[in-house]
Structure formats: structure tokens, C-alpha cells
């Protein structure tokens, strides 16, 4: 499944947010360096979907704010 994120590190509180079937608002503590923000969307998607954080790749947008990610 393929879906279309908005990432928003350095939030106050991290969360998920369904904006329609394939898109999403992805909320994390981390801030965006090193790839420690990416890291955190990964895992938020993972819990979100009840998969390994292995089972969640990014497509394209690392260094973006809106991101396509690949869920197996």
C-alpha cells in the first residue's frame, strides 16, 4: 500500500492523523536532522498500522516535508 504523508517534525505532541484513505499527517517530536525525523514517521506509521517498522520504506521525500511511503 502506498501512502502520501506531511510530515511536521519538532511538533509538541506526536501523532497520526487520517486526512482521507491515502493521506495522512504525520506529527513527531524529532526534529528534521540527521534523518531522526524520518526514523519517527517510520515508527508512528508502523504502530498506526499494526506492521514492523521494516515493513515501512520511503519512497520518495527525504528531505521534504511531504513524503510517499511504501507499506508492505
Known sequence: MRVFVRAKPGAKVEK????????????????????????AIIKALAEHFGVSPSRVTIVSGHASRQKTIEIE
Open 16 to 39: 497520526v492523523e487520517k486526512i482521507d484513505d491515502s493521506h495522512f499527517l504525520v506529527a513527531v517530536v524529532q526534529p528534521p536532522m540527521k534523518g531522526k525525523a524520518n526514523q
